[in-house]
């Protein structure tokens, strides 16, 4: 079992940055790709980015550039900086962990852990 709790959300500019935290705690943090997604109200939830156990990363289209997605091993801890926000960044921000591999860790549905979720709002 592994726990996720995400902090850092907030109400920011358009242009402004945001970083988000996951704290995990449980079974080994280090074997988990651990991703995040958002979900803006009535919409699907979208990959934002992930990272793997080995450092490499993974992007969504919409947030490359601009985004960038970290994670300390030692610390237990992943990381989503957010620069350059934008109002269609609006949405409640998750935090997940997976076992899954390649383009797989882009897919919702193959986490098998999940945080609470953190707002971010990002105001024009």
């Known amino acids: 079992q592994v726990q996720l709790v995400e902090s850092g959300g907030g109400l920011v500019q358009a242009g402004g940055s945001l970083t988000l935290s996951c704290a995990a705690s449980?079974?080994?943090?280090?074997?988990?790709?651990m991703g995040w997604f958002r979900q803006a109200p009535g919409k699907e939830r979208e990959f934002v980015a992930a990272?793997?156990?080995?450092?490499?990363?993974l992007y969504g289209d919409s947030v490359k550039g601009r985004f960038t997605i970290s994670r300390n091993n030692a610390k237990n801890t992943a990381s989503l900086q957010m620069n350059s926000l934008k109002p269609e960044d609006t949405a409640v921000y998750y935090c997940?962990?997976?076992?899954?591999?390649?383009?797989?860790?882009?897919?919702?549905?193959?986490?098998?852990?999940w945080g609470q979720g953190t707002q971010v709002t990002v105001s024009s």
């Open positions: 997940g962990a997976t076992t899954a591999m390649g383009v797989f860790v882009q897919l919702s549905a193959q986490y098998q852990y």
């Open positions: 449980g079974r080994t943090f280090s074997v988990y790709t």
């Open positions: 990272i793997r156990w080995s450092g490499g990363t």
